[in-house]
């Protein structure tokens, strides 16, 4: 079992940078994929990032790449969203998620675990 706090989230304005965090507890947390979505008001939950288990493996969804970076620390246990370059539409509450996959995906429906959100807000 993995539980996963976020952290990090915040007002920001157009063009300025923000990290959010995700830490997790669980002795296996090294084994899963780890994920980034991203769900504004009245929106769907949508991928932003995942990484592999090694972090050898990044995937970004195309409206962040380049922008946004994702990372993990497994001996801390830890993954992060840099994100640069932000725009409004980047508002929204993120979440992390965990995959019993390997590889990271971009399929919701393929994470077991997820944390409760932080609101990242991006003001033009």
């Known amino acids: 079992q993995v539980q996963l706090v976020e952290s990090g989230g915040g007002l920001v304005q157009a063009g300025g940078s923000l990290t959010v965090s995700c830490a997790a507890s669980g002795r296996t947390f090294s084994r899963y994929a780890m994920g980034w979505f991203r769900q504004a008001p009245g929106k769907e939950r949508e991928f932003v990032a995942a990484?592999?288990?090694?972090?050898?493996?990044?995937y970004y969804a195309d409206s962040v790449k380049g922008r946004f970076t994702i990372s993990r620390d497994n001996a801390r246990k830890k993954v992060y969203l840099q994100m640069n370059s932000l725009k409004p539409e980047d508002t929204a509450a993120y979440y992390c998620a965990a995959s019993p996959r390997v590889a990271g995906t971009r399929d919701l429906y393929e994470y077991d675990y997820w944390g409760q959100g932080t609101q990242v807000t991006v003001s033009s």
């Open positions: 990484i592999s288990w090694s972090g050898g493996s990044t």
